[in-house]
């Protein structure tokens, strides 16, 4: 036994026990040869032939002999299976293998064992494994990896528990002797119990326990436990010895460890026991467990009366399970009712220890109750397409086979030949069913299925292959193979010689040797893999091969990913639903039954899910009584032609929803022409729908799959074939048999929720059959729906809208009502069931009236009704099926049909257009211009709100609710019609209207307690039931939003607070890795609380402070300590932050870009927004841009709303906000708003507040409203409170209820504005007709004096010769406006003198030229270059007759300016009669040359627009030219009213879409391919070809004009509705990066200030060049990099300094000069030699890198001098005399300072040098490029430093912690020293002679054990003497020395 190593003689053993596994396989090719074939993409042809490969096969004969040699040595038993080897799992049993690990590494990767001791769980199928002996000391930092995360990585799932001594964690290192653990897969974790699991607790980590509850209360328990082996060596790290120190040192007992184990476990064992508890134990006894204590215990009749399973089993004790053994010290105990069905000890060598391992079957019954359900998991699919050869070899078999057969041709032959449908049915369902057999041939041959165990790489190919040859080898030798000449080629190519004179003997020992390469490739082939991938990448980069390489980088990157995401997903993801294994179904008594065997879950499931769900259609009116005979399921009825002809008479008695339903599908048929949608599918739309299509998508009970479709789009013959397929169907309107068998796929909606009404359904159909029904309804109809104008704004889950536009479509609602404070009700009423309650005959008639012929109807709503349900549950797809009856078919669309999504918008849309006839809407008015848009619901999906409001008229609460009570009704008697209901429980609604105070202040009224407002909706049954009124502080989530209608975002908040809390604590629990933890906060953490913020309008303070906490909660786990100031947590990253995400700056961003989405465009939220603005400039009253206006002057004057939300980030931020649509002017000249006017004259605070309050209530904005016709006098009526119902002035201004008080000040204050003298100016004339109501006007055409009021109008006549007083004639005349104001003087009720009347506005010039129109628009810098040639008026002749042509082209060039591009255009007619030419350059952070292209169409449809406003041209045409494909499409493609999300350049195409749409004349959009005239002379070149390419070198000129001159700075575009500037950047849709960086900037000035922090003041903030240090930070540094800078210069990194701060006694001292203090500014400055030398080395680098990189030479010198100076000597000192630029940079320089600047602050002006550089062409790289990069050298110079002192502080021998540690060891070992031998036992006096040299050049921990277990032996002696004497005295002497 000394002649030869542990190690070796086990490595011995493992490859024997290996040969053991594979020794029935060398007759035939094996299951376990299986697995060393990788993906099949290796070809022995490939390989070399090359005699040296024979080389590496050693002689199987040496191997023998050796192992002869070695094995020998061990006991034969031990080499031999005791009992049966364990076989294949069987259906109800529970594998338990048990297995002492002999120690473990916690690697994930390159861990040889771990992937030994996976690969056998995975071969043996195994539920539980118990281990111990792990060795892994858990509490270590590097052992990050628990058991869960080591063994996860198959198909199951997993739990485990481990243990440890924690006791002496913190002494031992990675490696700890001991330990337990236990992990369980599968199916029994449905019964494991986490409470009552645990381990020993003692801490010892002597056991674990893993519980499982079964029915009836069964409770099983599984213990893993370790005896620990007797050892003497008191000093040794043993688990005896640690045993012992604990139970002595704490506990105060000198027992043996071994009893108190046997003692402890005994003790617990009986008291579960005795619970009535089922017990399995598994243990290293170290001892005999037939002979000694412990299993004597264990197997006590009159005790536990367990048996040892194995023995009792096999009727044959257990023999020696050591492998150096003699006695079995390994044993599985269990208690006598637990069923044994199978148990046996494997050989040695088997398992990863150098123990035997256990493998044990019980009976799942036994152990807890009725066995879990298998999880039968679906098959694997061969045809992969991500494989290209793959997917070829499939189409060649396949064509070959078409071919063969004339498929496509018999199809047409079938269609031609069939006089009627069931003939037609017959003959192409019976092709259909030979083209799938075909397919399914197909791919069983396109490959076989391998489980790529060994990853692929040349070398592991090769004894891949070898080993198959030898195997082929076999098999010849049995006669199964009789081409030797294939056999002999393939043996060449694999090197093998002379392969046929082999005999058998030596073809088994040659195959033993390829069978252990493979196991090693197995274990170690990623590595080589990795080489191989590194390697063709290279060579594809030599060959200049750009696919091959990119999809080598793609290859490379996956699988980087999938082990990157696999460690993430473990700890962070989400809890998902699961298939289902269990049912419970609610009784009628209320009571839960549980379904748990596969027949009772699959009958509830038919009965409750497919026998109800899809028959709820049936309690519409149609499916009953006359109706049902009229229309039938499909409405292919002479009844269902005639409601689309609008002639059908309903039967009396019908209900109104149905009348109603069936004239809005008149209707629709009227505006939609009659089969205009196509159902004909070529094959070309047929290879685009499935190149997009997503291959693991699951469908198809035939086993048809999207790979099947996705491999045919490459082959004309098979896409042909199954375009063809299709079309025939849709033709002759029958479905194919597949296309009636569905796959219900049964999910839990809620992880653990198993009630069957919570499941969902998702239908998986025919691949093909939904491909088809998307393209025919999602595509098709719905394109038709959109090409007519028929697309609601109600429906949000169109394309292009997402469900967040949903949540602020509701959002905005409320806003509104709160602004004009009219009454208002809301009600949430959601379809229960929308996709699955849809009456067959209503979809029929609503598809039909969209324009599908009624053939592709029913070829999709037959495969319905007669459709064949099978489930897919855990216990996989079943057999049986459940159908429709005869005389009851299904209905509905059905969950997972591509159909279903349009197929419901469209019936939506017939739905809301018919309860819009009805009057049921709420009607939003434009205060200024009085437009009115009315919508009546928010849609998505089955969410419906419905909204009522009427802004035209001043409403009671009492007559709101009863309208919108009307409203609940109406839509539900149409919800009815359609097939579908409300769903009661989760409706609700809102009653919202207001009170006002004595002060005149607003507050809503609280309706909700008021019972007279009980809302009731209908149900099918025709029962009503009562929905929840909810108060308006009430927040309620909707669309994932939520919100309330006072607006104050509660709800919000905390959702989003509970959200981050949840994630928090999930990664508090979790082992990630710092930089995990970072990632995380960006991709998962803020898109999961961040969804639906622009949304929320909390006021910023809030939203600043609402995650505050959980950020303080989660920087330990990302590095940085907590009491770092809470300021710089939502600091951007790249301005020295956390870089936690800023929820205020995050919804600002969020918010503005929904303004620039949605504003100005006519969708809903567009028309929301645009009245919301203008209640804004109404309720503020100051000016037409209110967001240009103090936000804290002035937030107490409007109501809070979304739009003032964004006001006040504007405010804070100092962000513009332009709009440029506002229709409010001056009325008169001179004019002024009137609350400037009160500002002006000294109002302010309280009593501004109160004026403003009187001017919304008087209807009053400008100065001339107050004024007389005379515009100086003051109009007498305003100085008194204007009526309820009167009317003055034309806008709508919201309600309002001043204070007797408030209008007291009113009146003085308008009297100090407007004396009795009148206005010291006076106003002068009309500029337009204004917004006043004048109540007087005079008429000097007829000399008549009109009195309007209310609603009616008196004629005056003259009563004097004079004309100046007149007396009423006429009462009561109709108003006719005609006149001019004028302003009277009462003398009686009939009589008035005219005081002043005013002159007429001057009328409107109508522009005579487009030019004039230009003009009007403003912002005319885009037409300072615009030049005409020709004719007066030639486009307009030229556009009428098709002449007129229009080219453009853009140019970016990046080198010049990296934020400026150009367009040039041109219209031109083709007859030469005229010429317009022009362009101009834009500055903006997103300049391309695509935004170039963009910008020049932008300028001709403008040109279009404008001339279109002089003079329409009905019928014309323009042909627009441009090289930019993607451009053109995406103009022509622009939706009708709203731009989708996140769209970019959405400025200029917005303004394209809102204002260019409709011209008069139609525009081509054609395509020329750009720079012809590089190839061919101008000559040769068409004419637009010309122009494009003149227009090219026009734009580039335009750039070229711009070097060395001053950029023009971005302006706003003609029309350009919204602008937002930040600084002078205009903002875009899809650029807020741009407002995140700007924001941030604004907010580090502050924070960098702060006096928590002390980094820069506000003057040295501006002199650093932000853009270059943000750059660097967020592009060019990793993350954790990026927190290494923050704490740098935050000054809360890891110093001395700071961690004596919480560390008690910490030396503050620096660990390298030990001098000075150490604080992150010491960092740098520290004076030691070697820190010192580092720095300058570090500085001499970054020196090389600016002179590589092209760095101006003198400003390269003087920043290297700087840096070298250390702080020493000023930039200043530096530059010396030197002026200009030189005295900025030395001035910046030395305002920042020298740490400052090694930290990358680096100057502007130092930019600004460098971009002036005279050897420009040096410059490697942009100035921006540059400037990011000096800042990230100067970084690395000092994360130099650290690395310097951090070495010296943390290393494990000589670093100064482990100094630290040592020197505290050798003080208490020297004391220990000192006492002597006093206390110590004379056995023990050895433990005194310790070198203390030793310390110095180890790591301590064998002196920390020793001290321990000095201790430890003067405890014994303590507890000896203590005994002894029996007195106290020993005790209180040992506490003394101890």
């Known amino acids: 036994m000394n002649r030869t190593k542990h190690s070796k003689v086990l490595s011995v053993l493992e490859e024997r026990a290996a040969r053991y596994r594979e020794r029935r396989e060398y007759g035939s090719k094996s299951k376990s040869g299986d697995k060393f074939d990788e993906t099949g993409t290796v070809d022995t042809a490939g390989l070399s032939d090359d005699d040296s490969m024979e080389e590496d096969l050693e002689d199987p004969r040496s191997t023998l002999e050796k192992e002869v040699l070695e094995v020998g040595q061990v006991d034969e038993e031990l080499l031999q299976v005791h009992g049966v080897a364990p076989g294949t799992k069987q259906d109800g049993v529970c594998r338990l293998v048990y297995e002492n690990l002999n120690g473990l590494n916690s690697r994930l990767s390159q861990n040889e064992k771990l992937e030994k001791a996976k690969q056998i769980n995975h071969d043996l199928s195994v539920d539980i494994v ?69 381990r020993d607790e003692s801490g010892l980590g002597r056991w674990v326990i893993m519980t499982l509850k079964g029915e009836n209360g069964l409770t099983t328990r599984v213990i893993s436990s370790y005896n620990p082996c007797y050892n003497k060596n008191q000093t040794s790290k043993t688990s005896y010895q640690q045993h012992r120190r604990y139970f002595l040192t704490k506990e105060h007992d000198d027992t043996c460890p071994r009893k108190r184990f046997r003692e402890d476990l005994v003790r617990q064992l009986k008291a579960w026991r005795e619970k009535g508890d089922r017990l399995i134990v598994c243990m290293d006894a170290n001892e005999n467990i037939y002979k000694k204590s412990i299993g004597k215990a264990l197997t006590d009749s009159e005790g536990l009366g367990m048996k040892e399973v194995v023995g009792d089993f096999t009727g044959k004790k257990v023999g020696a399970t050591f492998f150096r053994g003699s006695t079995p010290i390994d044993a599985v105990w269990a208690t006598p009712d637990i069923e044994v069905v199978g148990a046996c000890v494997m050989p040695a060598g088997y398992g990863v220890g150098d123990h035997r391992m256990f493998v044990v079957d019980f009976r799942v019954s036994s152990l807890v109750g009725a066995a879990p359900p298998k999880i039968v998991r679906a098959p694997s699919r061969r045809l992969n397409n991500k494989i290209p050869r793959i997917t070829d070899a499939y189409n060649k078999i396949l064509e070959k086979t078409f071919i063969q057969h004339r498929m496509n041709s018999r199809l047409l032959e079938a269609s031609d030949r069939s006089k009627s449908v069931e003939e037609a049915k017959r003959r192409i369902e019976a092709i259909d069913a030979e083209g799938v057999q075909y397919k399914r041939n197909a791919e069983k041959k396109c490959r076989k299925i391998k489980s790529g165990q060994i990853p692929f790489s040349p070398e592991a190919a090769v004894w891949i292959r070898r080993r198959q040859v030898y195997y082929s080898l076999l098999k010849y030798r049995k006669g199964k193979i009789r081409n030797k000449s294939n056999l002999r080629r393939s043996a060449q190519r694999c090197g093998i010689k002379k392969p046929l004179s082999l005999s058998t003997r030596e073809i088994k020992e040659r195959l033993s040797v390829c069978e252990k390469k493979c196991e090693y490739f197995c274990k170690h082939g990623q590595s080589y893999r990795r080489k191989h991938l590194q390697n063709r990448l290279s060579i594809a980069r030599k060959k200049r091969n750009r696919i091959a390489e990119q999809k080598i980088l793609e290859i490379i990157r996956r699988e980087k990913e999938r082990a990157f995401w696999r460690r993430l997903n473990y ?27 596969q027949r009772t879950i699959h009958e509830a499931i038919w009965d409750n899910i497919h026998g109800k769900r899809f028959h709820l259609a049936e309690q519409a009116p149609i499916c009953k009584g006359k109706l049902r005979g009229d229309f039938g399921y499909m409405a292919n009825t002479p009844a269902g032609r005639a409601v689309l002809r609008g002639e059908y008479r309903c039967p009396e008695g019908t209900d109104e929803g149905t009348l109603d339903l069936f004239d809005e599908i008149a209707r629709l048929r009227q505006l939609i022409p009659e089969n205009s949608v196509s159902t004909t599918l070529s094959s070309e739309r047929w290879q685009q729908r499935w190149w997009k299509a997503k291959e693991t998508t699951s469908s198809s009970e035939s086993g048809i799959h999207f790979g099947h479709y996705i491999a045919g789009t490459k082959s004309p013959i098979i896409s042909r074939h199954d375009a063809l397929k299709t079309t025939l169907c849709n033709k002759w309107g029958f479905a194919l048999e597949r296309w009636t068998r569905g796959l219900s796929c049964m999910l839990e909606k809620v992880a653990g929720c198993c009630l069957v009404e919570k499941l969902r359904s998702i239908i998986l159909m025919e691949a093909d059959f939904n491909a088809n029904n998307k393209e025919i309804f999602g595509v098709n109809m719905m394109a038709n729906i959109r090409k007519h104008e028929l697309m609601l704004e109600e429906i949000f889950s169109e394309i292009g809208k997402t469900a967040e536009d949903g949540g602020l479509a509701k959002i905005l609602f409320y806003d509104i009502v709160r602004q004009c404070r009219r009454t208002a009700a809301i009600s949430s009423v959601d379809a229960a069931n929308c996709y699955d309650s849809i009456a067959h005959a209503i979809a029929s008639l609503v598809f039909q009236a969209c324009g599908v012929p009624l053939e592709g109807v029913e070829a999709m709503l037959s495969a319905i009704q007669d459709m064949k349900y099978f489930l897919r549950t855990a216990f996989g797809d ?30 939506s849309i017939t739905i809301v257009n018919a309860h819009k006839r009805k009057g049921h809407s709420a009607v939003f008015m434009c205060p200024i211009t009085n437009t009115v848009t009315k919508l009546s619901a928010i849609l998505y999906v089955d969410d419906c709100d419905l909204i009522h409001i009427d802004m035209t008229s001043d409403d009671s609460a009492f007559v709101t609710f009863e309208k919108m009570q009307e409203s609940v009704e109406n839509w539900g008697r149409l919800l009815i019609a359609s097939g579908g209901s409300y769903k009661p429980p989760k409706c609700f609604f809102h009653l919202v209207s207001f009170q006002w105070d004595r002060k005149g202040q607003w507050s809503y009224e609280n309706n909700h307690e008021k019972l007279e407002y009980a809302m009731e909706v209908p149900l099918p049954d025709g029962s009503i039931a009562e929905i929840d009124h909810l108060s308006v502080d009430t927040a309620m989530e909707t669309l994932g939003v939520w919100s309330e209608p006072v607006g104050s975002a509660a709800g919000a908040l905390e959702a989003m607070t509970t959200k981050a809390q949840g994630w928090v604590n999930d990664a508090k629990e979790s082992t990630l890795k710092r930089s995990d933890i970072w990632f995380l906060m960006d991709v998962q953490f803020w898109p999961r609380v961040g969804y639906g913020i622009c949304c929320n309008i909390a006021p910023h303070a809030m939203l600043e402070k609402c995650l505050l906490k959980q950020y303080y909660e989660i920087h330990p ?32 961003a969020a918010q503005v870009s929904k303004l620039l989405m949605h504003y100005g465009c006519s969708s809903s939220n567009g028309a929301k927004l645009h009245v919301s603005l203008r209640q804004l400039i109404v309720e503020l009253g100051l000016s037409a841009q209110p967001f240009q206006h103090s936000f804290e002057r002035y937030k107490k004057h409007v109501a809070w709303c979304w739009l003032v939300s964004i006001w006040e980030k504007c405010d804070i931020y100092g962000v513009k906000i332009v709009f440029n649509d506002t229709p409010l002017e001056l009325p008169r000249e001179r004019d002024k708003w009137l609350m400037q006017e009160f500002i002006r004259i000294g109002y302010s605070g309280d009593e501004l507040l109160r004026l403003n309050r009187v001017r919304r209530h008087q209807q009053v904005l400008f100065l001339s409203d107050i004024c007389g016709a005379s515009g100086r006098t003051l109009d007498e009526r305003y100085l008194r409170k204007r009526g309820r119902y009167e009317t003055w002035s034309r806008i709508k201004f919201p309600l309002e209820k001043p204070a007797a008080s408030d209008f007291r000040l009113w009146n003085v204050a308008i009297r100090h504005l407007v004396p009795a003298a009148g206005l010291a100016v006076r106003l002068g004339k009309f500029l337009h007709k204004g917004y006043k109501v004048w109540e007087w006007r005079y008429c000097a055409e007829a000399n008549h004096l009109l009195h309007i009021h209310g609603g009616a109008m008196d004629v005056y006549e003259p ?98 300016f990296g934020d400026m591009c150009s367009a040039a255009f041109v219209l031109e007619c083709t007859r030469g009669r005229g010429r317009i030419l022009g362009s101009f350059p834009e500055q903006s952070q997103r300049a391309c040359a695509y935004r170039g292209e963009l910008l020049g169409l932008m300028a001709i449809h403008l040109i279009l627009l404008a001339v279109d406003k002089v003079q329409p041209i009905v019928g014309g045409n323009v042909r627009i030219y441009s090289d930019c494909l993607g451009a053109l499409k995406k103009v022509t493609s622009l939706p009708a009213n709203r731009l989708p999300s996140g769209c970019k350049h959405s400025d200029i195409l917005k303004n394209i879409m809102i204002n260019c749409s409709n011209l008069s004349f139609s525009c081509e959009y054609l395509h020329v391919e750009a720079h012809q005239d590089e190839r061919k002379s101008y000559q040769q070149l068409l004419r637009p070809t010309q122009l494009n390419c003149c227009m090219d070198i026009n734009a580039k000129n335009v750039l070229w004009g711009l070097v060395g001159e001053e950029l023009p700075p971005q302006g706003v575009f003609p029309l350009e509705t919204v602008a937002v500037f930040v600084g002078k950047e205009k903002l875009t849709s899809g650029s807020e990066d741009i407002l995140r960086y700007w924001c941030h900037r604004k907010l580090a000035k502050e924070v960098l200030a702060h006096t928590k922090v002390k980094v820069l003041q506000p003057d040295q903030f501006e002199e650093i060049e932000w853009e270059a240090v943000y750059k660097a930070l967020t592009s060019e540094v990793p993350r954790m990099f990026q927190i290494w800078a923050c704490k740098q210069v935050c000054s809360v990194a ?98 920042i300072g020298w740490r400052r600047f090694m930290e990358g602050m680096i100057p502007k002006v130092a930019v600004t040098i460098q971009s002036e550089t005279e050897d420009a062409s040096r410059c490697r790289l942009t100035v921006k490029a540059w400037s990011a990069g000096l800042v990230v050298k100067l970084l690395e110079v000092t994360h130099g430093q650290w690395l310097y002192r951090n070495v010296h502080v943390h290393d494990i021998i000589s670093g100064e912690k482990a100094r630290n540690r040592k020197e505290s060891i050798r003080k208490e070992l020297e004391h220990q020293m000192a006492v002597g031998e006093d206390g110590l036992a004379e056995e023990d006096h050895y433990l005194l002679d310790i070198n203390l040299d030793d310390l110095d050049h180890s790591t301590g921990e064998d002196q920390a054990i020793w001290l321990l277990a000095l201790k430890a032996a003067r405890k014994a002696q303590q507890l000896r003497e203590s005994r002894a004497n029996g007195t106290a005295a020993g005790e209180d002497r040992g506490a003394a020395q101890l």
């Open 130 to 198: 118990c281990y111990n002996e792990h060795r892994l000391n858990l509490m270590h930092k590097d052992n990050r990896n628990g058991f869960s995360q080591l063994f996860r990585g198959g198909e199951s799932d997993i739990r485990s528990v481990a243990a440890h001594n924690r006791h002496e964690g913190k002494e031992s290192g990675r490696v700890q002797e001991g330990g337990t653990a236990m992990l369980l897969f599968g199916e029994l974790i449905e019964q494991f119990d986490f409470e009552e699991s645990g």
């Open 571 to 597: 700890s962070m993801s989400k809890k998902k639903g699961r298939s289902v294994r269990m049912v419970q179904v609610t009784q009628e008594d209320g009571s839960v039954r549980e379904a748990t065997t």
């Open 878 to 907: 079943s057999k049986n099926f459940r159908n429709s009856k005869v005389e009851v078919k299904f209905q509905g669309l059905c969950q997972g049909n591509g159909a279903a999504p349009a197929g419901w918008a469209a019936i």
């Open 1117 to 1148: 786990k990302g590095g940085v300590i907590s009491s770092a100031p809470a300021v710089i947590r939502q600091l951007g990253k790249g301005f020295y932050g956390m870089g936690c995400p800023h929820p205020g700056i995050e919804c600002f």
């Open 1359 to 1456: 009563s004097s010769a004079s004309g100046r007083r007149w007396k009423k004639a006429i009462s009561g005349c109709d108003v006719d406006e005609i006149g001019n104001p004028c302003s009277v003087r009462m003398s009686t009720e009939d009589r008035v003198a005219i005081v002043s009347v005013a002159a007429p506005s001057e009328p409107v010039c109508l522009p005579e030229s487009f030019l004039d129109v230009l003009r009007e628009w403003g912002n005319t810098w885009m037409w300072d270059s615009l030049r005409l040639l020709g004719e007066d008026d030639w486009i307009v002749d030229s556009i009428r007759e098709g002449t007129c042509i229009a080219v453009t082209d853009g140019s970016y060039i990046r080198e010049i």
């Open 1694 to 1791: 890891g110093t001395n300094e700071m961690q004596a701060r919480y560390t008690p006694n910490h030396c503050k001292k620096c660990p390298s000069c030990g001098v000075e203090i150490e604080t992150c500014a010491h960092v740098l400055t520290c004076q030691e030699e070697g820190r010192v030398a580092l720095l300058h080395k570090s500085i001499d680098l970054v020196d090389s890198w600016m002179k590589d990189q092209g760095t101006d030479n003198c400003l390269r010198k003087v920043l290297t001098e700087y840096a070298h100076g250390r702080g020493g000597k000023t930039m200043g000192e530096i530059v010396g005399r030197r002026g200009g630029r030189w005295r900025q940079l030395a001035t910046a320089m030395d305002s």
